[in-house]
């Protein structure tokens, strides 16, 4: 029977059917096409053979026993570790080079780190190509850890969950098609046409998982496909911009319809936003909004529809615009299709596709940033102080007006 080197991930399943499913070490050799000898190697290096799988070395069929090469990779790993925190990038003839200057520096002159030793060297300590994702590094982390503290407690304390609403503004290119995909290895997978025509979309959310209808931001006043009525069964307000960017004007129109709502419904919110340019109107205006501003730079790690609203939102209309594109089957290619597409179509998509963001998203949303109604009093101290003040009043120890008083007094401190 013909022979071959087993991979560390065969011999790792090896060891787990020999050990626990009792299979004879003649049927082990004769499925796995090796040896019998190499069946009892793998048996006799099985903790060895174990740590190299679960340190993601599964693809390669030799285990690392040279203390020099295993000094050498720690030394390229740390590099990149530090590289990664930094913010970086980091290339492969970049990792190529430093990795050859860390083995002069052990000694190992004849190691050349060629592109045959990257590719062993990506499997050994399971390295992966990709993009940087988030801003989190230019994030100041006090503004942000000041304000899940301090800010957020008082407003979880002052407002019920139903009265209390993000919101914020996302662009989309509604007619262009996803540039990532799943292909066949060594096939064609050739891109087409970029489509930029995009509109600006303003959500808005509040802690019990509600949604307020979207506002779409388009540049024609009249696009050709609109008609009188339209927009009528949609939950969708539309305005127009030259640019389609949200600017002063239109949040001032958003706010005062929804702020007559409120009054209609004897209703007041507290709506938390960030500090863009064009969310700068006179706030006296909406007496029944209490505005809280997000710290400057900090949406990524404050805003909860940043983090997943907007993306299942964006998921979901990326679903309806692809199986529009299976549905046409006359065109040859995607571009013929995203053509005919209009800015109407794309708005019924967008209602359709905010309708489909469940409410658990947005509760789970909220919670993963920190919005949480505490069991435990935010003012645990001034509690006590209270406690204190029934006692000394029932016991006629003082004036009940008079640490009344103080108490008003230290509270104020405490919130200020």
Not at 22 to 32: G, L, P, Q, R
Not at 50 to 58: I, K, L, P, S, V
């Amino acid at each position: 029977m013909p022979t071959r080197n087993l991979t560390i991930k065969e011999r790792f399943n090896l060891i787990n059917e020999v050990n626990n499913e009792n299979i004879n070490v003649f049927d082990a050799a004769n499925n796995y096409k090796c040896h019998v000898r190499t069946v009892f190697r793998c048996l006799s290096n099985q903790n060895e053979i174990t740590n190299a799988y679960d340190a993601g070395c599964r693809k390669r069929t030799r285990l690392d026993k040279n203390e020099k090469l295993s000094q050498h990779d720690e030394l390229v790993r740390n590099f990149i570790l530090v590289c990664q925190q930094k913010g970086i990038p980091l290339s492969a003839n970049i990792i190529k080079q430093v990795a050859r200057q860390k083995a002069i520096e052990i000694n190992r002159d004849e190691l050349m780190c060629s592109s045959m030793w990257f590719k062993r060297f990506k499997e050994r300590i399971n390295l992966k190509l990709g993009k940087f994702s988030g801003e989190r590094n230019s994030i100041n982390q006090e503004k942000v850890k000041r304000w899940k503290e301090e800010t957020i407690p008082r407003i979880m304390m002052n407002w019920s969950n139903e009265f209390i609403y993000n919101c914020d503004e996302t662009g989309l290119l509604y007619r262009q098609v996803p540039l990532k995909t799943y292909f066949i290895s060594k096939t064609d997978h050739i891109g087409d046409t970029v489509f930029k025509e995009r509109v600006s979309i303003l959500f808005c959310v509040n802690r019990n998982g509600g949604k307020l209808p979207v506002l779409v931001i388009g540049k024609s006043v009249k696009p050709r496909d609109f008609f009188t009525g339209c927009l009528d069964n949609l939950n969708v307000d539309y305005f127009a911009q030259a640019n389609a960017w949200m600017t002063r004007q239109i949040f001032e129109k958003w706010l005062a319809n929804w702020h007559r709502s409120l009054v209609a419904e004897n209703k007041k919110v507290v709506l938390i936003l960030d500090n863009f340019k064009g969310h700068q109107v006179d706030y006296d205006n909406y007496p029944n909004i209490t505005f809280h501003f997000l710290p400057s730079s900090t949406t990524s790690l404050t805003q909860p529809l940043d983090a997943g609203i907007i993306r299942s939102f964006k998921s979901k209309y990326m679903c309806l615009f692809v199986n529009e594109l299976l549905q046409d089957t006359d065109s040859i290619h995607v571009s013929q299709i995203a053509k005919k597409i209009k800015l109407l179509k794309a708005i019924n998509w967008i209602d359709s596709a905010w309708n489909s963001v469940t409410s658990e998203t947005i509760v789970n949303c909220w919670t993963h940033f920190g919005y949480i109604n505490s069991e435990v009093p935010y003012y645990s101290d001034l509690t006590d102080k209270l406690s204190q003040l029934s006692l000394k009043i029932s016991t006629k120890f003082v004036e009940p007006n008079e640490l009344l008083d103080q108490i008003t007094f230290d509270y104020v401190n405490y919130l200020e």
